[in-house]
């Protein structure tokens, strides 16, 4: 078993930043790769980045590339998300996640689910 809980969310206005924070904690979690993923409302959930605990593999998603970077703290059991020039378009609820193996991009490969953040943008 896996627990995640993500922390980190709030109101901000377009071009600001925040830094999401994703706990992880559990007998195995470091022997699974990390994602984060958001959903807007009425939208499907969607791949943000993913990162390996060693830090070897990291992916992002064209739409937040160069402005979002995934990282982690191994002594913390933490990974971030570090989100700047944030833009309306960000706002969704924002979820970690963990997968058995890295390089996932599909919400179906990722076994373990945090309960979400929110990250409101405004114009």
């Known amino acids: 078993q896996v627990q995640l809980v993500e922390s980190g969310g709030g109101l901000v206005q377009a071009g600001d930043s925040l830094r999401l924070s994703c706990s992880a904690s559990g007998r195995t979690f470091r022997s699974y790769a990390m994602g984060w993923f958001r959903q807007a409302p009425g939208k499907e959930r969607e791949f943000v980045a993913t990162?390996?605990?060693?830090?070897?593999?990291?992916s992002y998603a064209d739409s937040v590339k160069g402005r979002f970077t995934i990282s982690t703290d191994n002594a913390k059991n933490t990974m971030f998300l570090q989100m700047n020039s944030l833009k309306p378009e960000d706002t969704a609820v924002y979820y970690c996640a963990a997968a058995p193996h890295s390089g996932a991009t599909l919400s179906r490969y990722y076994m373990y689910w945090g309960q979400g953040t929110q990250v409101t943008v405004s114009s």
């Open positions: 990162i390996t605990w060693n830090g070897g593999f990291l």
